[in-house]
């Protein structure tokens, strides 16, 4: 093959892949972005939202939609809706493993207490003798 053209699709094949990354990324900082503020970005833009119900973005004046928190463009309601609807069961998952966590730890917390507890009364009456 032509070198010029492998050239040429290398380095097609480069920027591809760059884009990609950046999209990535650029996914990555929305949603750390979302976690932050608590409110999605501009679907259109990706601009800051000032916050949940707003209908025209003020970076690039697109009309939003809302369901509840989660925004969209004009006709994504039923992709808003199921968004929500998902990150509505992942937070359910998060709060199940935190309790199930909560409910592991608390018995030792517990047991380390009374020990500690246990410590102290023997430091100030003298350690029982054996
Ligand atoms: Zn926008």
Redesign the pocket.
């Known amino acids: 093959m032509d070198d010029d053209i492998m050239d040429d699709m290398q380095g097609l094949a480069a920027h591809n892949q760059r884009r990609q990354q950046n999209q990535n990324i650029e996914g990555l900082r929305a949603e750390l972005e979302r976690e932050r503020s608590g409110v999605a970005?501009?679907?259109?833009?990706?601009?800051g939202?000032p916050q949940i119900g707003v209908s025209v973005?003020?970076?690039?004046?697109?009309d939003?939609i809302w369901y509840k928190t989660v925004v969209g463009k004009p006709g994504q309601q039923k992709a808003c809706r199921a968004t929500y609807q998902r990150l509505l069961a992942e937070a359910a998952v998060r709060k199940k493993k935190q309790e199930k966590v909560g409910k592991i730890v608390l018995p030792f917390v517990l047991v380390t207490f009374v020990l500690i507890v246990w410590y102290l009364v023997a430091l100030i009456k003298g350690l029982p003798s054996l």
Do not use: A, I, Q
């Open positions: 970005p501009c679907p259109h833009c990706g601009g939202l973005c003020k970076h690039c004046r697109n939003l």
